[in-house]
């Protein structure tokens, strides 16, 4: 009988260790810049930050979101390389994006005179902790203004 409430006591740890992990907290997007430019598609490196609520250390193994911009579609982002979340603490991701020429034009004016504005990040995350993997659906929103000045430095 000992054995098996030994078990159970172990089994209820486990258990109740390996908590669901809370999302993180979007702090809005970092920086961006302009990569390569053109009629067509442009490739755009931006860094969004964000912060681990949690206790514990998570594996992003992969995200796949949508950009809004003032609730218009801007562009997708696919990543799929593992990317290591340190616990408690603020992080930033970094991001490669391929935006139609047309998705900028759409907001150039907003863009030009630097007006805020509101950018929604929606998807799903695959998140791993040790060897148990959770997918988790992401949505976040902020208002921020894009510096042209900014994402044209180099080119």
């Known amino acids: 009988m000992n054995i098996n409430r030994s ?22 997007l970092k920086s961006i810049k302009l990569e390569k430019a053109g009629f067509g598609k442009n490739v755009f490196n931006a860094n969004f930050a964000y912060q681990n609520p949690n206790h514990f250390k998570l594996l992003l193994k992969q ?7 003032n609730d218009q579609p801007f562009t997708h982002y696919h990543l799929d390389t593992a990317f290591t ?6 992080f930033v991701m970094p991001a490669k994006m391929e935006i ?3 998705s900028i034009l ?4 907003d863009i030009l005179f630097n007006k805020p504005m509101k ?13 148990f993997t959770k997918h988790l659906p992401i949505e976040f ?10 994402a044209l430095k180099g080119i």
């Open 7 to 28: 078990f159970l006591l172990i089994l209820v740890v486990i258990a109740t260790s390996c908590a669901f992990p809370k999302p993180f907290v979007f702090k809005g």
């Open 63 to 69: 995200l796949d979101c949508d950009v809004f911009i």
């Open 85 to 90: 979340i340190p616990a408690n603490t603020d």
């Open 100 to 102: 139609e020429l047309s």
């Open 106 to 109: 759409k907001h150039s004016v």
């Open 119 to 131: 950018i929604t990040v929606r998807g799903n995350a695959t998140l791993s902790k040790g060897v």
């Open 141 to 150: 929103t902020t208002q921020q203004k894009l510096d042209l000045k900014e």
